[in-house]
């Protein structure tokens, strides 16, 4: 099944880096990367495990949103 869930990648000054959020999993589902590629591919890992894991507890995955900033 192909979901499509929001990443959100945002740079942070004070940390140096870039934070990911997953915003349609809750206000924990956060990673991160040094620079943009690595954040990308941070986020798209930490998504693959979070629908595995909903999917192996059989949870409902969350409604893919559109989210503004």
């Avoid at 915003?23 to 956060?30: D, K, L, Q, R, T």
């Avoid at 990367?33 to 798209?44: H, V």
């Avoid at 998504?47 to 409902?60: A, G, R």
């Amino acid at each position: 099944m192909n979901h499509k869930y929001s990443i959100l990648i945002q740079w942070f000054d004070d940390d140096q880096k870039y934070i990911v959020s997953l915003p349609e999993f809750g206000p924990y589902a956060h990673t991160h990367g040094n620079t943009y590629e690595e954040a990308l591919k941070n986020g798209q890992e930490v998504l693959e495990l979070l629908i595995e894991d909903y999917q192996e507890k059989n949870k409902p995955l969350p409604k893919p949103e559109l989210v503004t900033v």
